[in-house]
């Protein structure tokens, strides 16, 4: 949120976005720098930032400077870190200054992160004192943690105060905080003792004191809590905001709903990217240069090339077996892969659920249970296709059997190996994301090879 | 939200819950009522569900009948749909009518949803008049629209009101709304004209008007919009609430920002779900029977057995080159093991880019371009390592040769199709989620051996 973040509802689609984008670089490329600033002040801070990343560098300067200081500040905050970045690089030093000194110090702390080590040390020095000690604070906590992501502009009110002082209070307040809507209760020691909201406040009799009205037992989080935990609490209480305490119980700053969405929005994206086997960097994927996607991928496919050399040796171990009956290597890609997507849908499900907190109450043992169960299921449903295709293809008896035996087995294995592993994960303190999909996939492919050969010499044998 | 959700802010932690859980369920069984109903006095009603929800069935229905009137109802909000049902069963007709009377209506519609017909036309045909044209209101708009994810409970002002008198009706009606911190403006005939925050309202004079403080241009929604949409919208404007309009640009509700975050779980399970070859019936997997969970991931699992049965076939084909080389047998899964992934990790931040709007200023064939160098490094720094393996493993540079050069046309091919097919798909229309890890690791399977094939008759056919 920045100051004030509900006063304005203005708000255009995608499509009017972009003809707003063509008009923008089309004015800007002639010069006509009135007709421009038309053009920006009918829209919302968050599609002024949207069009102006859109521009080519060069124009990007040149429409900022078209906004309004209070305009600028909101649009400056919504831009993604690139443009912010390239933005300080082009300005003069005072123009920043006024810029960076005036945004929240949450938003500020998140580019300072960003910045070059030289560019923060300037322009910290530069903030004005309340700012400087204000951004010092958040930068003094480790990122991804409440302390970081909190911000330190919030009413807090005395006990003794009445309900009609504290509206007087909060309507001089009102324009230099995040939120008005929850009100914080501190002592003289700027310990929380209580909390109330503005929806309290307004119903209240204007003589009540605030003592009177507020709730004392407050649920808060300390400065280092996670920031997904932190999420969690106020998705799990419908809160609008959360008060951060440090470790003497002295309220520091608030967490607001706003950032909840974008903090989910982050780690539901690191959990994807994990799941799919690439590493995040809490950055744009496509903003990133190639060397550093390409260090972030090979990380993973390095582990999993050398479970998948486990299952070379093992087929290279079977080659008298395969030499004889030719016919086994054209099914050895179906079971694997066929295993693997048993074990990848097995494993998506317990993953999300573990992530999501859903998975409290039920035992693990529970779970992979009835994953096996279902493995069992799948793994005849699609076993009894198999043997007909495979007889269908190569004409031999045992060999169908042997695949749609192994089929029903590796499935079983792929379910048990896809619920089983992300709880082993857990339980040894890693993400359980990292026992994802392709992990999945190419373990069952050593277990899937080892149990298809052993069930086709045991029938080959017999039959 | 529920009625004053931010009046009680107490709360406790996992840990402490699980003991209160242990601790109520002994109470109950020992039949101490009074020492139950002192452990739960002290909960957050997000806290009581919880509890609630893990207690045997049998004791469920006690222990929601300790809970005062106004209790009853936010705990009832709170239950998960499985719970509420079997309360709505356990109790007596006037019990669950006063409480399901009592609730937001859009929770109760979500209640509605899940409930038996005939239980659900009992239950309508006995509400209070309003309640019941508010909650046939949302029944009448279709699932996952903002029609029926909105509430009909906000505050409408007129234009003419003061701020002093506007404040006075604020007063009045705070009891009865989710939200009082946006208040809407409508005309004589409900249409939306004006939009302003308590915050507007709290900090201008006494005697100005509403219509002078108020906000003309308002970003509203369409009851028929998809609910990922609105959500989009509040987060990307950081809204706490979103007025719904209906054909006439009449005002018929508002979307508040507690249930963004709901949908946006929501949503992304399904998306990951989709990412894991699981179809997703918007419930709990954990809590559905068996036969829906085999039935709702056989479907998937034959589409890629299908595609399998291509790879089969193709290795089928060249058995002939098989017998005379059996040591090409044993690279098979490896090398379409490895596309797989590298396909899997294009696909997956494709996908996650365009669910997040976040890939709407690169062109497509900027991304697939990207991705196909990406897969061009990856397979060199693999192929290098696996020709040395291939080598020392079986003693033929010829194959060992075939292999590495598989490996780097595979990778490439695999980013191409990991990060091209998402973009197919939504162009015709579908979710590209739907081209994710499972399908594109199978398709590079049956492109990746016609590959090698190729690769290896030419490499061994000149060495």
């Known amino acids: 949120m920045t100051e004030q973040p509900d006063s304005r509802f203005h708000g255009v689609s995608r499509k009017e976005l972009r003809e707003v984008r063509s008009q923008l670089l089309m004015l800007l490329e002639q010069g006509s720098?009135?007709?421009?600033?038309?053009?920006?002040?009918?829209?919302?801070?968050?599609?002024?930032?949207?069009?102006?990343?859109?521009?080519?560098?060069?124009?990007?300067?040149?429409?900022?400077?078209?906004?309004?200081?209070?305009?600028?500040?909101?649009?400056?905050?919504?831009?993604?870190?690139?443009?912010?970045?390239?933005?300080?690089?082009?300005?003069?030093?005072?123009?920043?200054?006024?810029?960076?000194?005036?945004?929240?110090?949450?938003?500020?702390?998140?580019?300072?992160?960003?910045?070059?080590?030289?560019?923060?040390?300037?322009?910290?020095?530069?903030?004005?004192?309340?700012?400087?000690?204000?951004?010092?604070?958040?930068?003094?906590?480790?990122?991804?943690?409440?302390?970081?992501?909190?911000?330190?502009?919030?009413?807090?009110?005395?006990?003794?105060?009445?309900?009609?002082?504290?509206?007087?209070?909060?309507?001089?307040l009102a324009r230099f905080t995040e939120t008005v809507y929850y009100l914080y209760v501190v002592d003289v020691a700027r310990h929380l003792t209580g909390i109330l909201s503005l929806r309290d406040l307004v119903t209240a009799q204007t003589e009540q004191t605030i003592g009177e009205i507020m709730t004392r037992d407050v649920v808060s989080v300390n400065t280092d809590a996670d920031q997904e935990a932190v999420a969690r609490t106020i998705q799990r209480y419908d809160f609008l905001a959360m008060p951060v305490v440090d470790r003497e119980q002295r309220l520091v700053g608030i967490v607001t709903v706003d950032d909840v969405i974008d903090i989910f929005e982050e780690e539901t994206t690191e959990d994807i990217y994990r799941m799919g086997g690439v590493q995040s960097g809490g950055d744009d994927y496509f903003q990133t240069d190639l060397i550093t996607v390409a260090r972030r991928r090979v990380v993973w496919l390095l582990v999993l090339l050398l479970t998948n050399t486990g299952t070379t040796a093992v087929i290279h171990s079977q080659e008298a077996m395969l030499q004889k009956v030719v016919a086994l290597s054209s099914f050895i890609p179906l079971l694997i892969g066929t295993g693997g997507n048993v074990g990848a849908q097995s494993s998506t499900v317990v993953i999300r659920s573990l992530n999501v907190d859903q998975l409290e109450s039920n035992h693990p043992m529970w779970v992979i249970r009835r994953e096996a169960m279902a493995g069992a299921v799948l793994g005849l449903m699609l076993g009894v296709i198999v043997v007909i295709w495979a007889y269908f293809l190569q004409g031999s008896l045992a060999v169908a059997i042997a695949v749609g035996i192994s089929l029903v087995a590796i499935s079983i294995l792929a379910s048990v190996a896809g619920s089983a592993l992300p709880f082993v994960f857990r339980a040894i303190g890693f993400d359980p994301a990292l026992m994802s999909a392709p992990f999945i996939t190419t373990a069952v492919d050593v277990l899937g090879v080892t149990i298809y050969f052993a069930v086709a010499g045991f029938i080959l044998d017999k039959m």
Request: glycine residues 2%; aromatic residues 4%.
């Open 33 to 172: 720098l009135g007709q421009a600033k038309d053009v920006l002040v009918h829209l919302l801070p968050a599609d002024i930032a949207e069009a102006i990343e859109e521009l080519p560098e060069a124009q990007q300067a040149i429409a900022f400077r078209l906004l309004s200081k209070d305009e600028a500040i909101e649009v400056y905050e919504d831009l993604n870190s690139n443009v912010q970045q390239s933005l300080v690089e082009e300005f003069k030093r005072q123009d920043v200054l006024d810029i960076v000194d005036k945004m929240s110090p949450d938003d500020r702390a998140r580019l300072f992160d960003e910045l070059p080590a030289k560019v923060v040390s300037r322009l910290l020095g530069q903030l004005s004192p309340m700012e400087r000690q204000a951004t010092a604070l958040l930068l003094g906590y480790e990122a991804d943690t409440a302390g970081r992501i909190m911000t330190p502009e919030y009413i807090s009110l005395k006990e003794n105060l009445t309900a009609f002082q504290a509206l007087e209070r909060i309507r001089s």
